[in-house]
């Protein structure tokens, strides 16, 4: 075993270094699971106060600043995905192994349970009970359905692209992609938060709906983002990837 610039990494028969099993399997997990229990137990409390009426620009900036925050610490251990729908965007375009796919939402879902759980015991009863939580009740009527469908893959289409060109294709990768990441979720809440809630985040859906046990067309804080990951990495497969992403027209 060796230790090099703080990772432990192991020899092999091919004369390689790797990193050891802990870095490459169980501490990936471990990030995604803090860095989501963080990210949902602050979202959940900025929307627990928000409602007594503060307005969507505080949900907006602790979502996304706390996103951006976390990626940047996390970021180098797990690829801070926080989001079953970042992570499978992540994995279609080559960006995550496949064995690392399933856990990485068990652990995401159980860091948005911790997150929920967390807030529930802080923020007063009252107006936790009042905003359910922070799970997203913005559906009322089945008539709805559609347009906050609608609206949250074009928002989670957005967030993903940026994660997919700002963290991993080569060509477009730059190293403000986690405030980048940050500001498109920002920039979502502030506009779409009144059509949808702006989740773009199964597992943010996840977290408060168990806690505060809502759950109202929880599905569609499932399927949004899920068919927006499909059709970003399709996009980037095909059209925006560069040599090494890109399965066409190489």
Known sequence: L???????????????????????????????LLGT???VCIGCLSVVDDAAGTGRLQPALAHGL????????????SGGHLNPAVSLGMWLVGGLNITMLIPYWVSQLFGAAIGAGLAKAVAASERYGNASGGAFSIITADDQVPSVLG???????????????????GKTKTPLAPFCIGFSVTVNVLAGGGVSGACMNPARAFGPALVANY?????????GPMLAALLVSALVRTLLGDGNTRLLLK
């Open 151 to 169: 609206g949250e893959i074009i928002m989670t289409f957005l967030l993903i692209l940026v994660v997919c060109m700002g963290a991993a294709n």
């Open 66 to 77: 706390t996103l951006g925050l976390t990626i940047a610490v996390l970021g180098d251990i």
């Open 37 to 39: 229990a963080i990210f």
């Open 215 to 223: 759950w109202d067309y929880h599905w569609v804080y499932w399927v």
């Open 2 to 32: 060796y230790l090099l610039s703080g990772i432990c990494w192991k020899e092999f028969g091919d004369g390689c270094l790797h990193p050891h099993w802990y870095e490459r399997r169980v501490q990936p997990c471990v990030a995604e």
